[in-house]
């Protein structure tokens, strides 16, 4: 195949693996969790997945095994990767649970009825 064709097969891939990064993500670590968790750590995870899986298919590609030194590269921080996004879900997953306020306890305000307040006379129809 051409090299300019494999490259836009390339291409083709990385935005295909960008949605189904993202796609999966929110699926398996849960929506909740990806709302709190800043930015940076999204994008930089889910485009480092996705181009460390084009850089695994180029590596099968270009080479005459399967299974050698650069596609071990590729599996190897594939799956380091993965462990990153792993943890760092579970951790603002964590802080999810920690931050529900979803009713459960009630907020109950103790307060002194001395303090501060006057006596009010007695009313005359409750005394005997």
């Not at 968790?37 to 084009?54: C, E, H, N, Q, T």
């Not at 695994?56 to 650069?70: G, I, L, P, Q, S």
Request: aromatic share 12%; glycine share 10%.
């Amino acid at each position: 195949m051409a090299p300019k064709y494999l490259r836009l097969a390339y291409m083709v891939e990385f935005f295909v693996a960008v949605v189904a990064v993202f796609t999966a993500w929110s699926e398996i670590g849960g929506q909740a969790a990806l709302d709190l968790m800043p930015w940076g750590w999204k994008l930089g995870l889910g485009i480092g997945l996705s181009a460390a899986g084009v850089g695994y298919t180029a590596a099968v590609v270009n080479e005459e095994t399967h299974w050698n030194a650069r596609t071990a590269k590729w599996v190897s921080l594939i799956c380091a990767i993965v462990l990153g996004m792993g943890l760092i879900t579970y951790y603002y997953v964590l802080q999810e649970d920690s931050t529900d306020t979803t009713g459960d306890q009630e907020n109950v305000t103790s307060f002194n009825l001395h303090d501060g307040c006057r006596r009010l006379p007695a009313s005359p129809i409750h005394s005997v």
